[in-house]
C-alpha cells in the first residue's frame, strides 16, 4: 500500500480547488484549552447564561457572559499558529487552496498569513466584538480594556445596543452568507480535507459529506476515529501540525524533486 502521506500530496498536486476545513485539534495544538473537555471551562459555568436568548434578555446573564469570555480569550490572545496553520498558509502561497473553512474563533489562520478571501469561520472570531443592535464592529482588545477598567457587560459606543464577541454562541444562529458560501465550496471542490475535527458538530460536520457527493476525494486527518472515516478516501489518525508538516514537505518535493545526487 502506498505511503499515506506520498498518496495524499499526491492528490494535493493534480486537485485544482482544495478545500480545507479545520477543528478545535489545531486550536488545542497551539495550546488554547479545549472547552468542551472535562475539567473545561464550561464545569465552571452554568450554560444556560450562555443562550442567546438570556443573553438578550438579562444584564446578569450579559455579565456572567463577558466573565466567562474574558477567561476564554486570554489564551486565544497568547496563541501563535502552529506547523498546521502554516502549512495551510504555505498551500494558499503554493496556488493549492481555493478556501480553508474552520469551526475555530482564534483566528490563527489570518495570524499564520492566509488572506481574509479565503478564510470562512463559520462559527465567527473572537478577536472582534459586535453590537447586537446596529452590528458596528470593534477591536476585541479594545473592549477587553473596558473590562479590566471594571466594565461588567460592555455597551454600543454609538447606539447603547449590547456588545457580544462575535463568536456564535448556543441558539444564535450561524451566519447565513458564511454559512452559503462554505456549503457551495465544498459541494464543488475536487479535494477536501478535514483536519483536527471530530466531525460531529452540525451543520458544519456535513460539510465533508456535502464535498464527498459532489465528487471530491475526502481526507481526514484527526488524532481520534471520526464518524465520517468510513466515507474517506484516506484517514490520517495524528497530530495536525506535524502530520501537515511533513504533508507540505512531500507536496513540494513532488512539485520540485531534489535532484539525484552526483554519487548515484
Ligand atoms: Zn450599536
Given at each position: 500500500?502506498?505511503?499515506?502521506?506520498?498518496?495524499?500530496?499526491?492528490?494535493?498536486?493534480?486537485?485544482?480547488?482544495?478545500?480545507?476545513?479545520?477543528?478545535?485539534?489545531?486550536?488545542?495544538?497551539?495550546?488554547?484549552?479545549?472547552?468542551?473537555?472535562?475539567?473545561?471551562?464550561?464545569?465552571?459555568?452554568?450554560?444556560?447564561?450562555?443562550?442567546?436568548?438570556?443573553?438578550?434578555?438579562?444584564e446578569a446573564s450579559?455579565?456572567?457572559?463577558?466573565?466567562?469570555?474574558?477567561?476564554?480569550?486570554?489564551?486565544?490572545?497568547?496563541?501563535?499558529?502552529?506547523?498546521?496553520?502554516?502549512?495551510?498558509?504555505?498551500?494558499?502561497?503554493?496556488?493549492?487552496?481555493?478556501?480553508?473553512?474552520?469551526?475555530?474563533?482564534?483566528?490563527?489562520?489570518?495570524?499564520?498569513?492566509?488572506?481574509?478571501?479565503?478564510?470562512?469561520?463559520?462559527?465567527?472570531?473572537?478577536?472582534?466584538?459586535?453590537?447586537?443592535?446596529?452590528?458596528?464592529?470593534?477591536?476585541?482588545?479594545?473592549?477587553?480594556?473596558?473590562?479590566?477598567?471594571?466594565?461588567?457587560?460592555?455597551?454600543?459606543?454609538?447606539?447603547?445596543?449590547?456588545?457580544?464577541?462575535?463568536?456564535?454562541?448556543?441558539?444564535?444562529?450561524?451566519?447565513?452568507?458564511?454559512?452559503e458560501r462554505a456549503?457551495?465550496?465544498?459541494?464543488?471542490?475536487?479535494?477536501?480535507?478535514?483536519?483536527?475535527?471530530?466531525?460531529?458538530?452540525?451543520?458544519?460536520?456535513?460539510?465533508?459529506?456535502?464535498?464527498?457527493?459532489?465528487?471530491?476525494?475526502?481526507?481526514?486527518?484527526?488524532?481520534?476515529?471520526?464518524?465520517?472515516?468510513?466515507i474517506a478516501d484516506?484517514?490520517?489518525?495524528?497530530?495536525?501540525?506535524?502530520?501537515?508538516?511533513?504533508?507540505?514537505?512531500?507536496?513540494?518535493?513532488?512539485?520540485?524533486?531534489?535532484?539525484?545526487?552526483?554519487?548515484?
Amino acid at each position: 500500500m502506498k505511503d499515506p502521506i506520498e498518496e495524499v500530496a499526491g492528490w494535493i498536486i493534480t486537485s485544482q480547488r482544495i478545500v480545507v476545513f479545520t477543528g478545535a485539534g489545531l486550536s488545542t495544538e497551539s495550546g488554547i484549552p479545549d472547552f468542551r473537555s472535562p475539567g473545561g471551562i464550561w464545569d465552571r459555568y452554568n450554560p444556560e447564561d450562555f443562550y442567546f436568548q438570556n443573553f438578550l434578555a438579562s444584564e446578569a446573564s450579559r455579565e456572567k457572559y463577558w466573565q466567562m469570555a474574558t477567561e476564554m480569550y486570554e489564551p486565544i490572545k497568547k496563541a501563535q499558529p502552529n506547523l498546521a496553520h502554516v502549512a495551510i498558509a504555505e498551500l494558499e502561497r503554493l496556488g493549492k487552496l481555493e478556501s480553508v473553512i474552520t469551526q475555530n474563533v482564534d483566528g490563527l489562520h489570518l495570524k499564520a498569513g492566509n488572506s481574509p478571501r479565503k478564510v470562512i469561520e463559520i462559527h465567527g472570531t473572537a478577536l472582534h466584538v459586535s453590537c447586537l443592535h446596529c452590528q458596528k464592529r470593534y477591536d476585541r482588545e479594545m473592549v477587553q480594556k473596558r473590562i479590566r477598567d471594571g466594565v461588567k457587560a460592555p455597551a454600543c459606543d454609538h447606539c447603547g445596543g449590547p456588545l457580544k464577541p462575535a463568536t456564535i454562541s448556543f441558539g444564535q444562529s450561524m451566519p447565513e452568507k458564511d454559512t452559503e458560501r462554505a456549503y457551495s465550496l465544498s459541494s464543488q471542490c475536487h479535494f477536501f480535507m478535514a483536519i483536527g475535527s471530530s466531525l460531529v458538530v452540525y451543520p458544519a460536520a456535513s460539510m465533508p459529506q456535502v464535498a464527498k457527493r459532489g465528487g471530491a476525494k475526502l481526507v481526514i486527518i484527526n488524532r481520534e476515529p471520526t464518524p465520517l472515516d468510513d466515507i474517506a478516501d484516506r484517514v490520517i489518525h495524528g497530530l495536525a501540525g506535524p502530520t501537515m508538516d511533513s504533508l507540505l514537505k512531500e507536496v513540494k518535493e513532488q512539485l520540485n524533486p531534489s535532484p539525484p545526487s552526483p554519487s548515484s
